[in-house]
């Protein structure tokens, strides 16, 4: 091979540029949201008071805390997929959901109430909170995985986990506007175990999936 193919060989061969994570993430999530929404409209739906449910600060914040939740379980999955990266660096953009959420339990217990605490904590949609957001998830945990694998974690275990962080915060923000349970109590009880399910299914598949 002379001097000349070897360059323009070299040169095919730099052209290729790998698409980035970022971008991969979202086409992987858009790609399986659909897949989600479908689950949701088949077996739930949308509350039938949502408009006037809309005026009840509590409400509004379970979206504040499931967006938080997803919004920062994004930013420190993008972090994990590079090979170098550790937890301990970004680990704090996880409590920025939990501030909320014990933010929003002090309002809660400073207003009076009519419901006792556990009937507040308890609510009416236990069995639906646990079932839907891991089944919502699912599909947007395979994308997230699938859009990772296009990085290179040192810690595939703990890059699922917080995939399945990501998941069940987008999967708990639609779930969130069929739950009539508004009570911070409920959120910080059932949606925490419902996404600490989901986590931990993440962390099995991401030790596998994103292994490289």
């Given at each position: 091979?002379?001097?000349?193919?070897?360059?323009?060989?070299?040169?095919?061969?730099?052209?290729?540029?790998?698409?980035?994570?970022?971008?991969?993430?979202?086409?992987?999530?858009?790609?399986?949201?659909?897949?989600?929404?479908?689950?949701?409209?088949?077996?739930?739906?949308?509350?039938?008071?949502?408009?006037?449910?809309?005026?009840?600060?509590?409400?509004?914040?379970?979206?504040?805390?499931?967006?938080?939740?997803?919004?920062?379980?994004?930013?420190?999955?993008?972090?994990?997929?590079?090979?170098?990266?550790?937890?301990?660096?970004?680990?704090?953009?996880?409590?920025?959901?939990?501030?909320?959420?014990?933010?929003?339990?002090?309002?809660e217990m400073m207003m009076?109430?009519?419901?006792?605490?556990?009937?507040?904590?308890?609510?009416?949609?236990?069995?639906?909170?646990?079932?839907?957001?891991?089944?919502?998830?699912?599909?947007?945990?395979?994308?997230?995985?699938?859009?990772?694998?296009?990085g290179a974690p040192a810690?595939?275990?703990?890059?699922?986990a917080v995939a399945g962080?990501?998941?069940?915060?987008?999967?708990?923000?639609?779930?969130?506007?069929?739950?009539?349970?508004?009570?911070?109590?409920?959120?910080?009880?059932?949606?925490?175990?419902?996404?600490?399910?989901?986590?931990?299914?993440?962390?099995?598949?991401?030790?596998?999936?994103?292994?490289?």
């Amino acid at each position: 091979m002379d001097t000349d193919q070897l360059i323009r060989t070299l040169t095919a061969d730099n052209a290729y540029r790998p698409r980035p994570i970022g971008l991969a993430l979202m086409m992987a999530l858009l790609a399986a949201a659909p897949v989600s929404l479908l689950i949701f409209f088949a077996e739930l739906g949308v509350r039938p008071d949502v408009m006037t449910a809309m005026h009840n600060p509590f409400f509004d914040l379970k979206f504040a805390v499931t967006l938080a939740l997803a919004a920062s379980a994004i930013a420190v999955s993008l972090h994990l997929s590079r090979p170098e990266a550790s937890l301990r660096s970004f680990g704090w953009w996880l409590l920025i959901p939990a501030g909320i959420l014990v933010a929003a339990i002090s309002g809660e217990m400073m207003m009076p109430q009519r419901t006792p605490m556990m009937t507040r904590l308890i609510g009416k949609n236990s069995v639906a909170c646990m079932t839907a957001i891991p089944a919502m998830s699912l599909p947007l945990l395979v994308g997230a995985l699938y859009g990772l694998r296009q990085g290179a974690p040192a810690r595939p275990a703990i890059a699922g986990a917080v995939a399945g962080l990501l998941s069940a915060g987008l999967a708990a923000t639609v779930y969130a506007s069929h739950c009539t349970d508004d009570s911070p109590l409920f959120v910080a009880t059932w949606y925490t175990l419902a996404t600490a399910i989901v986590a931990s299914v993440g962390a099995l598949m991401g030790a596998r999936a994103l292994r490289y």
